[in-house]
T-cell receptor
Framework: AQSVAQPEDQVNVAEGNPLTVKCTYS??????LFWYVQYPNRGLQFLLK??????LVKGSYGFEAEFNKSQTSFHLKKPSALVSDSALYFC?????????????FGSGTRLQVQP | DTGVSQNPRHKITKRGQNVTFRCDPI?????LYWYRQTLGQGPEFLTY????????KSRLLSDRFSAERPKGSFSTLEIQRTEQGDSAMYLC???????????????FGPGTRLTVL
């Protein structure tokens, strides 16, 4: 079975400060990892993914994430937060090297950026 | 460039009624997925199609739920004899059909919000 944990329901950060949204995962094999963002009344938008290669992955809107295999983590980061980054963020995982394509999502972290 | 579209966006129904939702994926995508999202939770996988073949089904997909993708393009999700516990956002996503097989990310539609009274 695969699972994702997002330990923080909400993260508050001041505009201009760096932000981190935490994600840890559990899979019985090698993972594909994803971050999605959800704005009110809109669908999930893809931010970035880790497949193979460099552990630091860069994505949309200045976000990046670091894959850490030993800690089974895939934390989302941004050097300087914007008020417009305020949204709900979801981490997701699926197994590599299988025919299964179902994504398993975490419960989400609400990011609130204060001006 | 049109994304994934879903209709209707909102559906209110009475318990026991049947409902059907439609999803139109991104045109070149051959894979289509259905997820369900309840308030305060992340999306939960329901089922997945590659072209017209339904390749994966979650245990969440009870006998009252059925999904089809008859021509490998749009898909429908039907819920029979709806229950109040079916109230949720139903999300559709698509992927695939890109050169090199780099189709790992799924692109989501805006969802259909179902309310069962």
């Amino acid at each position: 079975a695969q699972s994702v944990a997002q330990p923080e329901d909400q993260v508050n950060v001041a505009e201009g400060n760096p932000l981190t949204v935490k994600c840890t995962y559990s899979v019985s094999g090698n993972p594909y990892l994803f971050w999605y963002v959800q704005y009110p009344n809109r669908g999930l938008q893809f931010l970035l993914k880790y497949i193979t290669g460099d552990n630091l992955v860069k994505g949309s809107y200045g976000f990046e994430a670091e894959f850490n295999k030993s800690q089974t983590s895939f934390h989302l980061k941004k050097p300087s937060a914007l008020v417009s980054d305020s949204a709900l963020y979801f981490c997701a995982v699926r197994l590599m090297d299988t025919g299964r394509r179902a994504l398993t999502f975490g419960s989400g972290t609400r990011l609130q950026v204060q001006p | 460039d049109t994304g994934v579209s879903q209709n209707p966006r909102h559906k209110i129904t009475k318990r026991g009624q049947n409902v059907t939702f439609r999803c139109d994926p991104i045109s070149e995508h051959n894979r289509l997925y259905w997820y369900r999202q309840t308030l305060g939770q992340g999306p939960e996988f329901l089922t997945y199609f590659q072209n017209e073949a339904q390749l994966e089904k979650s245990r969440l997909l009870s006998d009252r739920f059925s999904a089809e993708r008859p021509k490998g393009s749009f898909s429908t999700l039907e819920i029979q004899r709806t229950e109040q516990g079916d109230s949720a956002m139903y999300l559709c996503a698509s992927s695939g059909g890109l050169a090199g097989g780099m189709d790992n990310e799924q692109f989501f539609g805006p969802g259909t919000r179902l309310t069962v009274l």
